[in-house]
């Protein structure tokens, strides 16, 4: 009997000990954030996470994440959400923010980031991470591109480093630049003393190594740890890391460099993710150390639609000297982690496959962008009618504000759907579902006019021009003015769908060129959004055009296996 009472407690004790076990053991995902989420930055304060990245000249521009487990993400808001902080208007959509750097000090949240084209480096402040964030504050003495803040805690000393020019502006073959370095005074937000070169050309100077950048600092055992990408933001991609006793140098680079990249791989490998770097380590909930990265999965060779996402892996050091995966080793679709997941409340999913509808009735997600900056005047949001977005003259193929709102395209097979609600007036107005890779690439499924006739229409944009070829049109006979649209992705393929009754589907055309809407065809830096649009291509209108909800789902095969 006591044996049986024994067993019979080791039994319980055991199965106690495997759930307690199961329980904390989790698998994170990757990407972590799918679609066009690059140039991640990533902040642990306490329990809680924070990661922002690039929008370019989206508005509104960097959001923010947060997360309690590096796997469920939710976005709490936009760093840039005021016209009067910042506006992009007249600017490309490669061109705007570049490389945000979020940090934390002293209760104060900081971020750093470029605008490339016109305000340069600036650096804002928030109390919450959600915001709101502070106007703009320049950074004059700060000249190049990817500036992050560094925390010397034992010292109370900060200090602001960035990819800049050639020594004495005179680079010695394309791509050199430098790593420099201000002490900065956080308080008044401003750079103290000389400017330092810390890193000249990358590396190995011998090997001209080509756009050192997205440089970050670390401290651990003794060491100041300075490593950035390197290799240009394409296949060659890399993250190198070299090393000081002192914060100013001198910096001596890791013989085991990269750290991080996976150019040495067959490029027809199954499931490539590739262009990895512009990395940033973080503590993980388990004490050990990750790091976020920018990365893309291309459906062949370079060619990918959903832009540079944001990546994670877990780090190992070895004789003070960290390494990710790198060279030899592929990076995993997904790693397993001994700690426990905590999902957070309310979120849109960013990982794996998904599919959720967005409605209109009370509020915009945070997640969807305009073009350059924000007219609210221009749309209504109504549990009835959703959104009402009111004509306006301006085409996505100039560089204003188009009457337009996107999402991203977050998976290599996906799909988005709407129901429009729209009667044109003219040939002029034209109204739909957008797929758009920047000013210059897309294709436009629109209601609109022909002969007097409701029509719908498939455009294909036709590049360095502000005009566009009609690919098909059919004609529209129901009695109201709602329509479905439907747009899906197959890799490098698109097809085109519409629906007059809400439940039957037709095919309008299918097969159509998915490399067009590439980054790489493009020669851009960004990746595809979903978008409503509607237009009266440079006449004033007074229509507008109803978008009852947005559905999105996304169905990779590499997140089924």
């Known amino acids: 009997m006591k044996k049986s009472i024994c067993a019979a407690a080791i039994t319980a004790v055991c199965l106690i000990l495997s759930s307690t076990v199961f329980a904390q053991t989790t698998t994170l995902v990757n990407p972590i954030l799918t679609g066009f989420y690059p140039d991640p930055s990533i902040v642990k304060v306490g329990p809680d996470y924070y990661l922002v990245s690039s929008t370019f000249s989206y508005f509104p521009g960097i959001p923010v994440f947060h997360s309690q487990d590096l796997k469920n993400w939710k976005q709490i808001g936009n760093v840039i959400d005021r016209p009067s902080q910042m506006d992009f208007m007249g600017e490309r959509l490669t061109r705007g923010l570049f490389a945000p750097a979020i940090s934390y000090y002293k209760g104060t949240y900081y971020l750093t980031c470029t605008d490339i084209d016109h305000d340069g480096n600036f650096v804002v402040t928030a109390k919450n991470p959600a915001g709101p964030w502070s106007d703009p504050v320049k950074i004059p003495p700060v000249r190049g591109i990817d500036p992050s803040i560094y925390f010397d805690e034992a010292a109370d000393k900060a200090y602001i480093l960035y990819n800049s020019d050639a020594p004495d502006h005179k680079p010695l073959y394309s791509g050199h630049r430098t790593i420099r370095m201000y002490e900065f005074d956080y308080q008044n937000l401003k750079v103290i003393g000389e400017e330092k070169q810390l890193v000249n050309g990358g590396v190995d100077l011998s090997k001209k190594p080509v756009w050192i950048e997205a440089p970050h600092l670390l401290k651990r055992n003794g060491w100041y740890y300075l490593y950035a990408a390197e290799g240009g933001t394409s296949v060659n991609h890399s993250e190198v890391i070299l090393r000081s006793r002192d914060v100013w140098g001198p910096y001596m680079p890791f013989e085991g460099n990269p750290i991080l990249t996976q150019r040495e791989l067959p490029a027809d490998r199954k499931d490539a993710i590739t262009s990895a770097g512009h990395a940033q380590f973080v503590d993980g909930p388990d004490g050990k150390m990750y790091c976020i990265f920018l990365a893309v999965r291309p459906y062949e060779g370079d060619y990918y639609n959903t832009g540079r996402e944001t990546f994670i892996a877990p780090v190992t050091w070895t004789n003070d000297w960290p390494m990710i995966e790198h060279g030899e080793k592929a990076i995993s679709y997904s790693y397993p982690v001994n700690y426990k997941e905590i999902k957070q409340k309310g979120a849109l999913p960013q990982s794996g496959n998904f599919a959720y509808t967005l409605t209109f009735d009370k509020e915009l997600d945070p997640s969807l962008l305009f073009m350059r900056t924000l007219d609210k005047s221009r749309y209504s949001l109504s549990k009835k009618q959703g959104l009402t977005l009111k004509l306006k003259p301006e085409t996505v193929m100039e560089l ?68 566009m070829d009609l690919l098909t049109e059919v004609p529209l006979t129901g009695k109201t003015g709602k329509v479905g649209l439907r747009i899906t992705s197959q890799g490098d393929n698109y097809a085109f769908q519409y629906s007059t009754d809400a439940k039957n589907w037709k095919l309008l055309q299918d097969k159509v060129d998915g490399k067009f809407l590439s980054t790489k065809a493009a020669g851009s830096f960004i990746g595809c959004l979903y978008g409503m649009y509607a237009t009266s291509s440079g006449e004033v209108s007074t229509n507008s055009a109803s978008f009852r909800y947005l559905t999105y789902a996304g169905d990779d095969p590499v997140f089924k296996k």
């Not at 996107?406 to 709407?418: D, I, N, P, V």
């Not at 009667?423 to 002029?428: G, R, Y």
């Not at 002969?451 to 502000?466: A, E, G, I, N, T």
């Open 400 to 467: 204003g504000n188009p009457a337009f709102i996107g999402k991203r395209q977050q998976h290599l097979f996906s799909t988005a759907e709407t129901e429009l609600d729209f009667t044109p007036t003219s040939e002029k107005e034209k109204a739909g579902l957008i797929i758009l890779q920047d000013e210059g690439h897309f294709y436009f499924l629109c209601k609109s006019k022909s002969q007097d006739k409701d029509v719908l229409q498939l455009y294909k944009s036709k590049p360095r021009s502000k005009e």
